[in-house]
């Protein structure tokens, strides 16, 4: 007919005493504050970890465009460039043609993507957490919101 509460305490009917839902909503409040800070933890762990190979896709993004920018330029300044056909002066300008497709290629293989990483995984995380009214920056720390009042 009784059965004991959290804590061992009981009340009418069974029920736990009011001692006891206090403690259990405590203990509550502090698990998921402790999984909050380990969502955190790993979080921007996991961007940080994603840093260092992002930059080094800016950096090859950058010097491609860089060889492709200065190899179109000296294609178009090119005066045999009008006179001979398109394939021809391509031929006639192999740094050119080399870094368009590697440009072309970069693009194929998803460079455009691993260049904004940390911003999408950021993006989608602030989509989640959204319900939850929580945030997050782009280094991934989070932001708790205040809750909105219903009147």
């Not at 009340?11 to 259990?24: E, F, K, Y």
């Amino acid at each position: 007919m009784f059965s004991p509460g959290t804590d061992g305490q009981q009340g009418v009917l069974g029920q736990p005493t009011v001692t006891a839902r206090a403690m259990n909503s405590l203990e509550q409040a502090e698990g998921s504050q402790h999984d909050l800070k380990a969502f955190e933890r790993r979080l921007t762990e996991y961007v940080s970890c994603l840093q260092p190979a992002t930059g080094r896709w800016r950096m090859i993004l950058i010097v491609v465009s860089v060889c492709t920018a200065t190899g179109a330029w000296n294609w178009l300044i090119d005066p045999d460039t009008q006179k001979v056909s398109f394939f021809s002066s391509l031929w006639n300008h192999p740094f050119f043609t080399i870094s368009c497709i590697t440009l072309i290629a970069l693009f194929f293989a998803g460079i455009h993507k691993r260049v904004v990483a940390p911003s999408i995984i950021a993006a989608r995380c602030r989509t989640v957490l959204a319900e939850y009214n929580m945030s997050c920056d782009d280094t991934g720390k989070l932001i708790l919101k205040p809750r909105p009042h219903i009147q």
